[in-house]
């Protein structure tokens, strides 16, 4: 069965860093896309970056150059390492999968908070 656990989040200064990991228990990686998604409070989830099999990552634009999404093989856990945090960045950040080709289920995790203060 597949679940999706995030970790990692907290609370950081501006300019500062922080990794989250995503523990993927039950996901292929090779055949599913792991992504990155974040919700700021009275905003719309936002799509924040993606990775397949390990190498093709895609960023959103507010986030490229910044962040840098990764996957761990042997522990199974896809991971988002943030540099140059901004108060704009805080949000619940929320891991995801979705099946490269069809219109298999998606999953989510439960999601972990990041706040950046000024």
């Known amino acids: 069965q597949v679940q999706l656990v995030e970790s990692g989040g907290g609370l950081v200064q501006a300019g500062g860093s922080l990794r989250l990991s995503c523990a993927a228990s039950?996901?292929?990686?090779?055949?599913?896309?792991m992504r990155w998604y974040r919700q700021a409070p009275g905003k719309q989830r936002e799509w924040v970056a993606a990775?397949?099999?390990?190498?093709?990552?895609n960023y959103a634009a507010s986030v490229k150059g910044r962040f840098t999404i990764s996957t761990d093989n042997a522990k199974n856990t896809v991971n988002l390492q943030m540099y140059s945090l901004k108060p704009e960045d805080t949000a619940v950040y929320y891991c995801n999968t979705a099946p490269l080709i069809g219109t298999g289920r998606e999953y989510w995790g439960q999601g972990t908070q990041v706040t950046v203060s000024s």
């Open positions: 039950g996901v292929i990686f090779s055949i599913n896309v």
């Open positions: 990775i397949i099999r390990g190498s093709s990552t």
